[in-house]
């Protein structure tokens, strides 16, 4: 209230009024002539305040930027990790449906019974190979003895 009397030096030097006097002339050098030394100190000083209060503004702004910045990157985090679990826990679901299930199990004994009559038809399709050279080896040695210029 004080500031608003008419003999305060506020009131006489107001910065603001004094910047304002500066924009409307139209040559910068010629209104800084026009102020009187004691409103280029209040205008300079105006101004310093505005430029501190920029900067503290700016300087907020770019806390504040920060932070949002860090709670995305933690948000985005724990996304990934649920996601991750999720896909974890239905690997595991699916793992146990395919593995665990009755036909499942039925299949894997029936090809296991698949794989030993294979093995023993195989054992037996040898066996038989191997009788049929010996009988061969043996008509050949009786074909040799009764003829010995067969061979």
């Known amino acids: 209230m004080a500031d608003r009397h008419p003999t305060s030096p506020r009131a006489m030097f107001s910065p603001r009024k ?3 006097r500066l924009q409307v002339q139209p040559a910068p050098s010629s209104a800084l002539g026009a ?3 004691s409103e280029k100190d209040a205008v300079i000083i105006y101004l310093l305040q505005k430029v ?3 900067q503290a503004m700016q300087d907020a702004t770019i806390k504040f930027g920060e ?9 985005q985090h724990r996304a990934a990790e649920a996601h991750e679990a999720t896909v974890r826990e239905l690997q595991d679901q699916l793992h146990a449906a395919v593995h665990d299930h009755p036909e499942v199990r039925r299949l894997q004994s029936a090809v296991a019974d698949l794989q030993i009559a294979l093995d023993t038809e195989r054992q037996n399709v ?3 190979i191997q009788k049929c ?3 061969r080896e043996r008509e050949k040695q009786l074909k040799m003895t009764i003829d010995p210029l067969w061979g």
Do not use: I, N
């Not at 932070?67 to 948000?75: D, F, N, P, S, T």
């Open 67 to 75: 932070q949002v910045a860090a709670q995305l990157v933690l948000e």
């Open 35 to 37: 102020l009187a030394e």
């Open 126 to 128: 040898l066996s038989a």
């Open 133 to 135: 050279r010996r009988s």
């Open 52 to 54: 501190r209060d920029q």
């Open 18 to 20: 004094a910047l304002a």
